[in-house]
């Protein structure tokens, strides 16, 4: 039997071909890289070209030893005949072992658990007013990749837990490489660096029991933000639907911080960067994320991988907010050096400044997105930074960090590290050093190496930090006053949000406190809660059965920013999925019509029948499906019960039930809790009926023509979610 080599049109296949059925022994060289994949450019440890060749290792039809020795055998050890002792002289043993053992570095303290991806960026050139970086200007296209991260769990945690997310880009431009390390919050826990071992400390597991990973809801971390009130504004962007992103190609990116840009004549702009998804903001109900995170631990990674190896490539335009750069640094009364603060986009409409795609797979984890390392102080010419205390400990810890990760000072010299633009630097020797260097005066001044390397000015393009004016002052351990305010803009997000996103709130909040032993830790968290808004603070204490503080003092009356809230627009369906469930009378036409007019909507069909079969024509079967890998779904015929639809074999599969399967049942009906729209035909109103589901109401759609049905519903994927399937209550 020989191997397939051609894939099924959908992602997920683990390699570029076909396995056989038996084990190939006939030599052949390694199988190229999967269509979707890609890999750091073949330059040298020192950004130079490197003739075409691919830095991917494996070369040769044959095994090797790290030394390119070609080997016989690799299953049995050298032993003194087939049942004696193993001999010390096995080398190969002892380089296989010895390598395995090492395989391992310490992973990242925060953001451990990550996903990656190629990708461009190509400039629109409107930024050439404030900035004088190449990168930026009109039809460059720079390579990327780009890391999304969850920040407290360990790397073997859950994607879908209720945790801030990284958002971490490289550019690889031709003056070097620039790092945007960001969230997708655009608000940090704290205003100074010399708190973040603190807060870290509070959100990670308690050290005795090392429990519970990857969440916030436990008393060290309600115990550090309610006493550290300057954590209170990020804090209720994580209990909204921002800390459990429906996916990573949906959610915003932030820099946190604010940057100086310099333009070609030397002057100056204070800004905030900004990636907006072209398939909007979305996310996962809370419901939906538990149940992901026991059936897909690795929902947001997979999501990302199918969609790229599908050719849904992911976008987001990156923009500016732009500001005076004043000698105060504050903007209408908003402190621009305090992280914990934002400037709303009704004050400062954020400019697109170019556009990045995302459109290539990792080869090798290991290789690329775990040994991918990012520095806030990798700039570039036209990009420097602020005083942000915040800002200015990252700079020191993220070099710290690499340097124990990576095993020594040469981590640059990783492939996936390495710049783009010729280097001639005067670093030698250490750990891992890959550059064979030439020249005998690696120092400043020389006359042996003829005076190279020479200094760069301005006309050369040389990175020159602004001559910012310091004012006098003292040495003192302090913050600004105008850091001392950590509630009006926590209220400006709480009255930006729809009823909706405010029961989302007042839900995380409330099971999240339900999750501290200790009493005093509830309370003080409700008055926190009670200087953002009277009724958040009474429904979460209604929850805990607990009273309401009263405010202390008067709560701000800002006006609410729209661009804070998920919902209220319509966006692309590009890369959404889409279940259509079939039973034994499914009509094969109108299934294959459906699936044509999906893909050609840019929507993932995926079929769902009571067994697997061709995967070309089956994907799921009613064993393996479950609501939260769907969008929408669609009834496509009755899906009575499957052979193998017994207790005993699947627990789901309990049930009254006679008529559906009641795996499916289950799955409807998680479908309509979830707030995801259901269309069908034929005998869908029957269908939906045996399941204890309306079939008029809102978010459902049915019809006699299956392709106008997937167009229904298609528009009401646009709003993401139909949220007025359930009204918020009435508030007094």
């Known amino acids: 039997m020989t191997a397939d080599d051609t894939r099924p049109d959908l992602p997920g296949a683990p390699s570029a071909a076909g396995p056989t059925v038996e084990e190939p022994v006939e030599p052949r060289p390694p199988l190229p890289p999967k269509p979707d994949q890609a890999a750091p450019e073949p330059l040298s440890a020192t950004g130079r070209a490197a003739g075409g060749r691919d830095v991917r290792a494996q070369d040769g039809a044959y095994l090797t030893t790290a030394q390119g020795t070609r080997l016989p055998d690799s299953d049995h050890s050298l032993k003194a005949g087939p049942r004696g002792p193993v001999l010390l002289q096995d080398h190969h043993l002892r380089e296989k072992i010895t390598h395995f053992d090492h395989e391992r570095i310490p992973e990242r303290v925060v953001h451990a658990r990550g996903a990656a991806a190629h990708g461009v960026f190509e400039g629109y050139g409107t930024a050439g007013g404030v900035c004088r970086a190449a990168f930026l200007g009109e039809g460059v296209r720079t390579p990327v990749f780009v890391r999304f991260s969850t920040v407290l769990g360990s790397r073997g945690s859950a994607d879908t837990v209720r945790d801030t997310r990284g958002f971490a880009t490289k550019f690889y431009t031709d003056e070097g490489v620039f790092d945007l390390v960001g969230n997708n919050i655009p608000v940090f826990f704290i205003q100074d660096a010399i708190k973040f071992p603190d807060v870290i400390h509070a959100g990670k597991p308690h050290p005795d029991r090392e429990i519970p990973q990857a969440q916030s809801a436990h008393d060290t971390f309600w115990d550090f933000v309610s006493l550290h009130t300057e954590a209170t504004h990020h804090t209720l962007w994580n209990m909204s639907d921002r800390g459990i992103p429906r996916s990573y190609r949906t959610m915003e990116g932030f820099g946190i911080h604010t940057f100086r840009l310099v333009n070609a004549q030397g002057g100056t702009s204070l800004v905030k960067w900004h990636w907006k998804p072209k398939l909007g903001v979305h996310s996962l109900t809370w419901d939906e994320a538990q149940l992901i995170g026991g059936t897909d631990p690795d929902f947001h990674r997979r999501d990302l991988a199918d969609a790229i190896e599908a050719g849904a490539f992911p976008q987001w335009e990156l923009g500016i907010q ?94 996936i590290n390495r710049t783009h633009a010729p280097v001639n630097d005067m670093l030698r020797d250490g750990f891992h050093q890959d550059a ?27 990175f020159i930090e602004h001559p910012q004016p310091v004012p006098e002052a003292k040495k003192v351990r302090q913050a600004p006053a105008s850091f001392d305010d950590h509630f009006s803009q926590a209220r400006l997000f709480w009255v930006s949000m729809t009823p909706v996103e405010q029961e989302h709130i007042i839900a995380a909040y409330t ?222």
């Open 322 to 415: 732009v500001m005076p750069d004043t000698p105060e640094q504050t903007f209408r009364g908003i402190d621009l050096l305090d992280p914990t603060k934002i400037v709303p986009e009704e004050l400062v409409p954020v400019q697109p400044i170019g556009l990045m795609t995302l459109n290539a797979n990792p080869t090798n984890y290991f290789a690329e997105t775990e040994q991918v390392a990012f520095h806030p102080g990798h700039l570039v010419p036209g990009i420097d930074i602020t005083d942000d205390p915040l800002l200015s400990g990252r700079l020191f810890s993220y070099l710290d960090t690499q340097i124990t990760r990576l095993g020594g000072p040469n981590f640059a010299q990783i492939p």
């Open 436 to 462: 064979v260097h030439t020249g005998t005066a690696p120092y400043k001044p020389n006359s042996l190496d003829g005076g190279c390397p020479f200094f760069a000015g301005a006309e050369q393009r040389a």
């Open 511 to 732: 099971f999240e406190l339900s999750k501290c032993t200790e009493p005093a830790v509830r309370e003080r968290t409700l008055r926190v809660l009670a200087r953002i808004d009277a009724r958040l603070c009474g429904e979460v204490a209604a929850g805990l059965g607990l009273p309401a503080p009263a405010p202390d003092g008067a709560l701000a009356d800002p006006d609410p920013s729209p661009a804070l809230s998920q919902l209220g627009r319509d966006w692309p369906v590009a890369g959404r999925t889409v279940g259509i469930l079939t039973g034994p009378d499914t009509d094969p036409a109108a299934l294959d019509a459906v699936r044509a007019a999906a893909l050609a909507a840019d929507l993932v069909p995926l079929v769902v029948a009571p067994t697997g079969g061709d995967p070309a024509r089956v994907q799921r079967s009613y064993a393996t499906a479950r609501s939260v890998e769907f969008d929408a779904v669609l009834l496509a015929g009755v899906p009575g019960p499957a052979a193998d639809a017994t207790p005993a074999r699947d627990a789901r599969a309990a049930g009254p039930h006679a008529t559906l399967d009641p795996r499916l049942v289950l799955l409807l009906g998680e479908v309509w809790r979830h707030a995801k729209a259901i269309g069908g035909w034929g005998d869908a109103r029957d269908v939906l009926a045996a399941a204890g589901l309306p079939s008029d109401g809102p978010g459902t759609v049915l019809g006699t023509d299956p392709v106008q049905v997937l167009r229904d519903l298609a528009d009401l994927l646009a709003g993401h979610r139909v949220w007025d399937r359930f009204p918020p209550p009435a508030q007094s």
